[in-house]
């Protein structure tokens, strides 16, 4: 008896190290979130592949974006390729630290379209409060102030192409916003009205081209991070 619980207890302590072995191996994977953004105005849909492995099952069209993929954190190899092609327009690696946040976006002409890696803080905003956050990825666009329509105050202010704010607190409610060349009070582009929800977190982008028309035209692009 005392042979057989002698192995009994071998057989449990076995287990309990491999059962260990393999929890600090799953603990050992350490994720990141990052998003795709697609906002390069006249670049075709694309395919987002992370260290050659496709994460999209349809083409990334402009403006639109992955939404916040867990990946395994680290550095990792980023290929954005022309949809249902081998042909890579951005091929970079970038180094992603563990449990942190970030918005990777695909800007500029398609003839020489390049990345943006933003850290995006998605910290909770204050009681009554939402976060926004401005970036400017209008390539033929001037440096640009954006103002609330109806009192003029410059929300964000005299950013240029590729340029961007922080995460900035305001209150929640509807605003209506105008984008002018900066410095001045010319209006290059009045936005629908956008509502801020009490604790959600946005990035507003400057898209498209000046004199751009159709899907191509000078608008913005309005992402809920969280």
């Given at each position: 008896m005392k042979f057989k619980l002698s192995i009994?207890?071998?057989?449990?302590?076995?287990?309990?190290?491999?059962?260990?072995?393999?929890?600090?191996?799953?603990?050992?994977?350490?994720?990141?979130?990052?998003?795709v953004v697609h906002a390069s105005p006249d670049a075709p849909g694309v395919d987002l592949?992370?260290?050659d492995v496709k994460q999209n099952t349809a083409a990334l069209n402009f403006p639109n974006?992955?939404?916040?993929?867990?990946?395994?954190?680290?550095?990792?190899?980023?290929?954005?390729?022309?949809?249902?092609?081998?042909?890579?327009?951005?091929?970079?690696d970038v180094p992603f630290t563990k449990d942190m946040s970030y918005s990777v976006f695909a800007v500029d002409s398609v003839s020489v379209i390049s990345a943006i890696v933003l850290t995006d803080d998605l910290t909770a905003p204050a009681a009554g409060k939402a976060h926004v956050r401005f970036v400017h990825l209008s390539p033929d666009a001037p440096a640009v102030d954006v103002a609330v329509a109806s009192s003029g105050t410059v929300v964000f202010g005299n950013k240029a192409f590729k340029e961007y704010t922080a995460f900035t607190p305001l209150d929640a409610g509807a605003y209506n916003l105008d984008?002018?060349?900066?410095?001045?009070?010319?209006?290059?582009?009045?936005?629908?009205?956008?509502?801020?929800?009490a604790g959600k977190i946005?990035?507003?982008?400057?898209?498209?081209?000046?004199?751009?028309?159709?899907?191509q035209a000078l608008g913005a692009e309005i992402i809920v991070n969280k």
């Open positions: 009994l207890a071998s057989v449990l302590m076995s287990s309990a190290v491999l059962f260990t072995s393999c929890k600090k191996e799953e603990d050992a994977h350490e994720h990141t979130n990052v998003m592949l992370v260290d974006n992955t939404g916040y993929l867990e990946l395994e954190a680290g550095t990792r190899n980023l290929k954005v390729n022309v949809a249902g092609t081998t042909t890579t327009v951005i091929n970079a984008v002018r060349v900066a410095g001045t009070t010319t209006v290059a582009l009045v936005l629908p009205t956008i509502t801020l929800e946005y990035t507003v982008f400057a898209k498209g081209f000046l004199g751009g028309s159709g899907a």
